[in-house]
């Protein structure tokens, strides 16, 4: 290589050449679409709003491409490639050049998309402050990734609480928002001076990530001790204080569970937990709510750990949540342990990952609701409740719609677990990608729809569609039950798993869509196509062949075999 | 394993079969009435067909504890009026002339002939009115299920002006919300035929609003029925404005009655 910049850059494009190709694609073909097909018509809104979830999309995915990370002992989610540290290059270069080049691909990637999506649509964006928010934001998901090796919980957590901050911040910029959230949470003063002030803040934050990172990229590479300091000591000496585990395991499964549970259960309580701290402090320090804020808060409340089970379970899916890889780490491929026992401990670990952040979601909900909350909204779907039901059925059906959302979030966190435990990359990443495209569909829908009330996706214009509903509900059923007979029985047959292991789970899995039909048949009890359909659906929430199928690809993986 | 999971996915599928072809069959359809199609559930047999009609905002579903129970001895329909929920935009002005129109091309549309009974809730009341009025030798009954009232809706305007404002957002589409005072003189202004009527008031209270504006409606609908002297009044105390939800077993007898004269009459 020429010089330390161009080998850089040349590892990041070589890491990354496959996303880095389709992306520009991808805005390219969004931006033809946009000058062409739904630059008028009633198709514009829509675009509009898809355009915005792109955008969110491609930043995501540039933050990716650019972390400049690489996995130490623990894996993928780890600090500056260490490996660097051995050429002949100031660690102030190297602290600098991943930067300036993730800088730049942000803030040209931002003006591209304006230029190629929104600017045919008449909706131009803002320039000078999300670009200067994006460039200080990505400067300072550098920092925190680089300066603390092997802390990923501690990463974590001042990601979630940078996230907030920003997002926090970025609401002054616009109108609506000040005269709406911050005027209700009681914000009068002049947003012009609070803007200035945070360009000025956030235009200092690059130099400062830059100089923060040079200073521990400078310890790592000269092997200065990392003194346990400040918070970090208290949060060892507490963990010091809580019991470890000194006794044997009762039984294999105790300790793959255990291994499972350490390795991948506290993500999704650890995220939820962030989306509720992001929720709640601000607007209970806010002030008074009113009933409809109220309302929509609960509500984020309630969809978080689902929208995020959907998003962690893409990582819960691999064999190692931390490891770009997807082999079959040799810890577990060596144990002697079957194929069912190793999916069975995922799913355990899942289940009580889901419920952990469940209850944490409903203590924190039912503790804020009553410090900040206003009961207004919740008194008037009460009343509502009151006149289509009875009293104990009504309980009943908050408790079925609780459990409901529990076995979704678990549903979508074991999501891809034949994917991801296959090995095979171009599977698990198409999944991926279908997914995220799933997400971002639903993102455009949901910014659309809240964006303009006259659009397409109106009931009358989706009936046609949803009058083939019931062919492609029981088409999926079907499909469904046939791939989980073949999966299980192929499983059980090559000695994965037992027959009381087979036969335990479909009787989980029919108790488990068993309750979300009586939920559905207690919610429609006269509607009979609707609550037919949602009884299809039932069938559908639950995994069952999933599992199943997982059972061969790990064990395909496992001998290195094609699944 | 085998002789465990393939039957039972078997049973499992021939069951997933059967309700993935009740709902297919229940499933409202959408039916053209003129420009817009309307989305219609057409549930039993017989003659005379029974029409359920309320206000826009609210879909076909609200009739779902009446519309089983009499689709038992006679053919019902229930509809969403143009621009909400399953049935497309129609023509504007959205007022109770051309609801009653669209209904009236959709019931030609879906081959169901007169005579019909006319059941109207709240301000499906004033829309069957104005049907009656337009096409009065099809009519063979009426059923009124708490129904607005104009005398009232005046009086209410009066006492609590900020009901009678109609949005900036509904005047710009100049939907049915936006036409409720001209469909209210539309149905002022409907002869109706000497049929067989029902009229049920709602008078159960639960809070003050409605136990400040209840004589108020309960006088409305005897006013209006002093001028109706052949129809029979039912006054439930067990329900308020949601009849339909609270005793659906009463609108369905009220209709049985009306059909009951009807037959008696014919003999």
């Known amino acids: ?563 | 394993m085998k002789r465990f999971a393939y039957p039972m996915a078997a049973a499992l599928s021939s069951l997933a079969l059967v309700l993935a072809v009740q709902a297919a069959r229940a499933m409202p359809r959408q039916v053209q009435a003129g420009k817009n199609r309307l989305r219609m559930s057409i549930v039993g047999e017989g003659s005379p067909t029974v029409i359920f009609d309320t206000f826009g905002p609210a879909n076909l579903e609200i009739w779902n504890r009446v519309q089983p129970a009499v689709s038992r001895f006679a053919r019902t329909v229930s509809y969403d009026h143009g621009g909400y929920w399953g049935s497309e935009p129609g023509p504007k002005p959205r007022d109770a002339r051309q609801i009653v129109r669209e209904l009236r091309e959709a019931l030609m549309a879906a081959n169901l002939q007169p005579p019909y009974v006319l059941v109207g809730y709240s301000f499906g009341g004033p829309y069957m009115r104005v049907f009656a009025g337009m096409y009065p030798v099809e009519v063979a009954g009426m059923v009124f299920v708490d129904p607005t009232q104009e005398d009232f809706m005046v009086w209410l305007e009066k006492a609590f002006p900020p009901f009678a404002e109609i949005s900036n957002r509904h005047m710009a589409a100049q939907d049915e919300v936006a036409n409720r005072w001209v469909s209210m003189d539309l149905a002022r202004d409907s002869r109706l035929p000497e049929v067989p009527m029902a009229l049920i008031t709602g008078t159960k209270c639960h809070d003050q609003l409605t136990r400040w504006v209840m004589p108020r409606w309960l006088a409305a609908h005897k006013d209006w029925l002093a001028t109706h002297p052949h129809a029979r009044h039912i006054i439930t105390t067990n329900s308020g404005h949601n009849i339909l939800l609270n005793e659906p077993e009463l609108v369905m007898q009220a209709i049985q009655g009306v059909i009951a004269g009807r037959n008696s009459n014919q003999e």
């Open chain 1, 1 to 563: 290589m020429r010089s330390p910049a161009f080998a850089i850059a040349w590892e990041i494009w070589w890491r990354h050449r496959a996303g880095m190709t389709l992306l520009p694609c991808g805005l390219l073909l969004c931006g033809f679409l946009n000058r062409t097909a739904f630059r008028q018509g009633e198709w514009a809104g829509f675009a509009v709003a898809l355009s915005y979830a792109v955008l969110a999309m491609a930043m995501i995915l540039t933050f990716g491409f650019f972390h400049f990370t690489e996995g130490q002992r623990k894996g993928g989610f780890g600090s500056y490639p260490q490996r660097l540290f051995r050429m002949p290059v100031p660690t102030a270069w190297l602290a600098a050049w991943p930067m300036i080049y993730g800088t730049a691909a942000v803030g040209v990637l931002y003006l591209a998309c304006d230029w190629l999506m929104f600017v045919p649509l008449d909706r131009p964006l803002p320039k000078l402050w999300p670009c200067l928010y994006l460039v200080s934001g990505f400067t300072l998901y550098q920092a925190i990734l680089w300066s603390f090796p092997e802390r990923r919980y501690l990463k974590l957590f001042l990601l979630t609480l940078g996230a907030m901050f920003i997002a926090f911040c970025w609401m002054f910029f616009l109108p609506h928002m000040i005269e709406g959230t911050l005027a209700d949470w009681g914000y009068e003063g002049s947003p012009k001076s609070v803007q200035r002030g945070l360009l000025v803040f956030f235009a200092a934050t690059g130099p400062a990530a830059w100089g923060f990172s040079w200073l521990r990229l400078r310890g790592q590479r000269h092997g200065i001790a990392e003194g346990v300091r400040g918070g970090a000591a208290v949060i060892e000496r507490l963990a010091e204080w809580l019991p470890a585990r000194t006794e044997r395991f009762a039984s294999p499964d105790a300790a793959l569970f255990w291994h499972e549970w350490r390795q991948t259960g506290f993500i999704l309580p650890l995220a939820v937990a962030g989306v509720l701290a992001m929720t709640c402090i601000p607007s209970w320090l806010s002030g008074p709510l009113t009933g409809q804020t109220t309302m929509g808060l609960l509500t984020w409340m309630v969809i978080a750990p689902v929208l995020l089970a959907a998003i962690i379970g893409r990582g819960f899916a691999k064999p190692d949540f931390w490891s770009p890889q997807l082999g079959v780490p040799a810890f577990i491929a060596r144990r002697p342990v079957s194929a069912g026992q190793i999916v069975f401990a995922k799913l355990k670990a899942a289940l009580c990952s889901v419920s952990l952040t469940w209850g944490m979601t409903g203590i924190t909900a039912v503790v804020w609701f009553a410090a900040a909350g206003d009961f207004g909204g919740i008194d008037a779907l009460l009343a509502q409740g009151k006149i289509y039901y009875p009293g104990g059925q009504r309980w009943l059906l908050a408790g079925l719609l609780l459990a409901g959302g529990m076995m979704l979030s678990w549903r979508f966190l074991v999501s891809g677990l034949a994917a991801g435990l296959s090995g095979a990359k171009g599977w698990f990443y198409a999944s991926n990608g279908i997914t995220a495209a799933i997400l971002v569909g639903i993102l455009a829908c949901f910014i659309w729809t809240g964006d303009n009330d006259d659009h397409p996706i109106r009931l009358y214009n989706l009936w046609p569609w949803v009058e083939w509903l019931p062919a492609i509900l029981c088409g999926l059923v079907i499909a469904k039950l046939a791939t989980a007979a073949w999966a299980w029985s192929r499983a059980h047959e090559a000695g994965m798993v037992g027959g009381r292991g087979v036969a335990g789970y479909f009787a989980a899995w029919i108790l488990a869509a068993a309750l979300l039909a009586l939920a559905a048949g207690i919610a429609f009890p006269n509607t009979p196509w609707l609550r037919n359909l949602l009884w299809l659906c039932a069938a559908l929430v639950p995994p069952l062949a999933g599992p199943g199928v997982a059972l061969i690809t790990w064990s395909a993986n496992r001998t290195g075999g094609s699944p």
